[in-house]
């Protein structure tokens, strides 16, 4: 749309901070007796090679990437008190250990200063690793038969494979852009018959939840409306936006100039406040009387260009749509769940995003807002055959469960307008029984295993029904 280009657009994510880190050891020869440890790194030539192999990597890594991230320089060690040197070493998020050999206690210097490490082993992508070896019964179970590390476990460790790392580093990106992260509260924060909900989002997430009460709104709107300039950019973009292809219009006009007003508005506050998220409380029938619309539309709009925008302002369930967005780099869908049966469940709302892969815009008709029979709202025709990662969120914020879909059809049933039904691989009576909270969280793609390497550092179960 290019009247877009008058609007402010959102901030982007926070690139990832990685400190690569060789540790390794140079042994020296003795007579009869054991002088060398297991490994393929034994002389500074060997380090030299080694480090020239690992940043040939990181260049791998970086161009693989789909999420924003930045490889420090390459430090390698053979005593922890090196690393003094290494001065960027406070400025990153995570470590990546290539744990060739060397001393084992230069790890808990990195958890100690709140670092997360990837402890990457070599077996066959270069000379073999000592800690391929020991870094079981040394590092994690500290020479017992239990883990003794904290926030550090089994799933931190990769052998050889470079993707292992890429989908674990995809997942910390997410997290760091996550945590503490701000979000608009329109008519203030709640919950999903849980008022509990947004005291937990900030204790497990640290967010920042920013109220604007619904008078403040409607002065803003109101202005906007006053605003000649406004309400011109406002019709524009209502043209330009029912242009798009696959767009049909079956409701009034008006309600989608509405639509893109407050679009603008809520765009305003988002800057103002330094954010790329908001949600609405009372979307249901506070805000229409104000905006003469529904929100439905511009959420979805908002999402489609970038924006995290969320109904209900239910911090059940926001937390996982901020994660996943993080995570994925797309657009998310809040929606209401039915019933699961015969290995299909519907879902269903009324602010689906038209970009739900993050570029392709998928045919919509723009029709009233189901329950009120007012505004606008879209009824995206969502892809069939696309895998999709669901996220049911508990309502006591300790554990989220995950079912993996693919979309099967997109119905038009006398519910929300947005429809999908998905069909799972999982017995219905255990995703019946196992079911928490109730609204849950949709994307495009696979991303159950970067949803539980993150959440386990929060505090949140991940549970994963197969």
Request: charged share 25%.
């Amino acid at each position: 749309v290019g009247a877009e280009s008058a609007l402010p657009g959102p901030v982007a994510r926070r690139p990832l901070r990685v400190k690569p880190v060789l540790t390794y050891a140079t042994p020296q020869r003795a007579s009869k007796t054991s002088w060398r440890p297991w490994g393929g790194i034994q002389t500074e030539e060997d380090a030299r090679a080694e480090r020239a192999r690992i940043q040939g990597e990181l260049d791998k890594l970086r161009a693989d990437a789909d999420f924003p991230v930045e490889f420090l320089p390459v430090t390698a060690i053979r005593d922890p008190k090196e690393l003094e040197g290494a001065t960027d070493l406070a400025s990153a998020d995570t470590v990546l250990l290539y744990a060739a050999g060397g001393p084992s206690h230069v790890f808990q210097q990195f958890r100690d200063q709140g670092k997360d490490v990837i402890y990457f082993v070599r077996h066959k992508s270069g000379p073999v690793s000592l800690w391929y070896e020991i870094v079981s019964p040394v590092q994690l179970r500290g020479h017992t038969d239990e883990r003794v590390t904290k926030n550090f476990d089994e799933q931190d460790v990769v052998v050889d494979k470079l993707d292992e790392v890429l989908w674990r580093l995809r997942a910390l990106c997410g997290l760091r852009n996550t945590m503490g992260s701000r979000i608009v509260a329109i008519g203030g924060a709640s919950g999903w018959a849980h008022p509990r909900a947004p005291e937990l989002a900030k204790e497990r997430f640290q967010l920042d939840i920013r109220a604007v009460s619904y008078p403040e709104l409607g002065e803003m709107i109101k202005a906007a409306r006053a605003d000649r300039a406004a309400v011109a950019l406002a019709q524009q973009r209502a043209e330009a936006y029912l242009k798009l292809p696959g767009t049909t219009l079956e409701t009034d006009l008006k309600f989608v100039e509405n639509c893109m007003l407050l679009d603008q508005v809520f765009r305003a506050i988002m800057q103002q406040a330094g954010c790329r998220a908001i949600t609405i409380n009372e979307c249901m029938g506070t805000i229409m009387p104000m905006a003469e619309t529904t929100a439905c539309l511009t959420l979805s709009m908002l999402n489609d260009d970038g924006y995290m925008a969320f109904c209900e302002s239910d911090f059940v369930v926001v937390p996982s749509g901020i994660l996943l967005s993080n995570i994925s780099g797309r657009p998310v869908f809040l929606n209401d769940p039915t019933y699961p049966h015969d290995g299909l469940i519907t879902l269903a709302h009324c602010t689906g995003p038209r970009k739900m892969d993050g570029q392709t815009i998928e045919p919509a008709r723009i029709l009233t807002h189901f329950e009120s029979d007012y505004g606008a709202a879209p009824k995206v025709e969502m892809r069939k055959g696309q895998i999709t990662t669901n996220i049911l969120p508990g309502f006591k914020a300790d554990r989220w469960v995950g079912l993996s879909g693919e979309i099967v059809d997109a119905p038009f049933l006398d519910i929300c307008r947005d429809q999908i039904d998905i069909r799972f691989q999982c017995d219905s009576l255990k995703v019946a029984q196992r079911m928490p909270g109730f609204h849950w969280m949709t994307g495009y793609g696979d991303y159950a295993k970067e949803l539980g390497y993150a959440l386990k550092r929060v505090g949140i179960q991940w549970e994963f029904l197969a």
